[in-house]
């Protein structure tokens, strides 16, 4: 059997502009990847690249232009019972946990009735089975007689959480799942993710927009930029990205007193000129390695550097 869980082919998203002049605006472009069984693929870039849109696509929360997924094997896009076993095989984790609870349900109700929901226990068990996992994600049984406003932002994460691997999903996405919460937090909820991927054999696709928090979890990393992945590598080798649009975020966490490591001087532009471009590479207007070529063709993914599975779409890697 493939180890590939999950399989994107070519997705592509767009939406109307609101501008008659401009039309239609991509926000996923010819996406294409797969995150194999018991891994973390950590797709990151900033705000508007289209890292929540490709998540919910995946989840069918947004009907795709087109392009093709397949999970175990089975194309779904299409399906048509496509809805209440997809969303039983791929959970997913928002930003912000306080938008997921009803504020007027207890947290062990909110526990159970995933379990309920799709018939895998009864109500008697479920609530048992509710008081296992609030001890896997490190929280105290007596919240589960609470109300979501008598919880912290990162209790209710963890709750959320433990609702997600509840019913024993194939793949689990966590969509900014840390960037609400105080740092402190963060680091503790990034570890409990660690451990538990580890213990219970998760599959995890994690979308961030800091690139030191996604290589934390992360055994490959995509970048977006613009609706499209510029480069893929594996975390540990991150320090090796090619692309001008890798390298401006490692400059970002790297420390200035590191001399050693190369940096590059992007052109800041405002939100009127950072727009989509109608042909060529999307970057070029802030790259400062473009070249006319970056105006005329649109850079493929092509094998960078020596570390297997690495690749880029960038002029410069194919020259």
Do not use: W
Request: glycine content about 6%.
């Amino acid at each position: 059997m493939s180890d590939a869980l999950l399989e994107v082919s070519h997705l592509s998203k767009s939406f109307e502009s609101g501008n008659l002049e401009k039309g239609m605006i991509p926000a996923v472009r010819d996406v294409s990847f797969q995150i194999n069984r018991g891994e973390c693929l950590g797709i990151v870039g900033e705000s508007g690249c289209g890292k929540s849109t490709l998540a919910r696509l995946i989840t069918l929360l947004t009907p795709a232009d087109s392009g093709k997924i397949r999970l175990n094997g089975s194309e779904y896009m299409h399906s048509k019972d496509k809805g209440r076993e997809i969303y039983r095989q791929i959970q997913m984790v928002f930003q912000d946990p306080f938008s997921v609870f009803s504020p007027r349900m207890q947290i062990g109700t909110f526990l159970e009735d995933g379990l309920v929901y799709y018939q895998l226990l009864t109500r008697r068990k479920a609530a048992e089975e509710a008081v296992k996992l609030m001890r896997m994600v490190e929280l105290p049984e007596e919240l589960l007689n609470r109300f979501p406003h008598q919880l912290s932002g990162g209790q209710l994460q963890r709750v959320v959480i433990a609702r997600a691997i509840s019913i024993h999903p194939s793949l689990i996405i966590l969509d900014e799942a840390t960037s609400a919460l105080d740092v402190s937090v963060q680091k503790q909820i990034l570890e409990l993710l660690v451990r538990l991927k580890k213990e219970q054999k998760l599959t995890y696709l994690f979308i961030g927009h800091d690139l030191a928090v996604v290589r934390s979890i992360s055994d490959r990393i995509q970048i977006m930029y613009a609706g499209s992945v510029v480069e893929e590598l594996r975390s540990e080798n991150l320090k090796q990205a090619v692309h001008p649009y890798s390298r401006e975020l490692l400059d970002s966490i790297f420390s200035v007193r590191d001399r050693h490591t190369e940096r590059i001087q992007v052109k800041t532009l405002s939100l009127a000129d950072a727009g989509y471009e109608a042909c060529g590479c999307q970057y070029r207007r802030r790259c400062p390695c473009a070249m006319s070529v970056c105006a005329e063709k649109v850079p493929e993914l092509t094998k960078a550097g020596q570390e297997p599975g690495h690749t880029a779409a960038c002029f410069l890697v194919s020259r």
